[in-house]
């Protein structure tokens, strides 16, 4: 069974950072396209960025592009997602996922329990 486990949340002011962290236990990233979404309350699931398993091709919502760096470490079976210039509407719960394919329309097909980050003053 994948588990995924996300961490690295908190409260951060407007402009400020975070990296979230997501650890994978019980499968082998190396083979698979992960990504990371957040779901904010009264808002539609954003799908914010994936990797691919091979190229090292990336995808960003424009939402987030240029402000979110994905990254992975298939050696210790995490994902990272660097946050910057974080805004009030980066408030969400972020979750970790594997992805069948990482496109524009990727569709998460499992993931954690998800991380709360709030970006306030």
């Known amino acids: 069974q994948v588990t995924l486990a996300e961490s690295g949340g908190g409260l951060v002011q407007p402009g400020g950072s975070l990296r979230l962290s997501c650890e994978a236990s019980?499968?082998?990233?190396?083979?698979?396209?992960i990504g990371w979404f957040r779901q904010a309350p009264g808002r539609d699931r954003e799908e914010v960025s994936c990797?691919?398993?091979?190229?090292?091709?990336?995808y960003d919502a424009d939402s987030v592009k240029d402000r979110f760096t994905m990254s992975r470490n298939n050696r210790r079976n995490m994902i990272y997602l660097q946050m910057r210039d974080l805004k009030p509407e980066d408030t969400a719960v972020y979750y970790c996922?594997?992805?069948?394919?990482?496109?524009?329309?990727?569709?998460?097909?499992?993931w954690g329990q998800g991380t709360q980050v709030t970006v306030s003053s």
């Open positions: 996922a594997i992805t069948p394919m990482c496109s524009e329309n990727w569709v998460p097909a499992g």
């Open positions: 019980r499968f082998a990233l190396d083979y698979y396209s």
């Open positions: 990797l691919r398993s091979s190229e090292g091709r990336t």
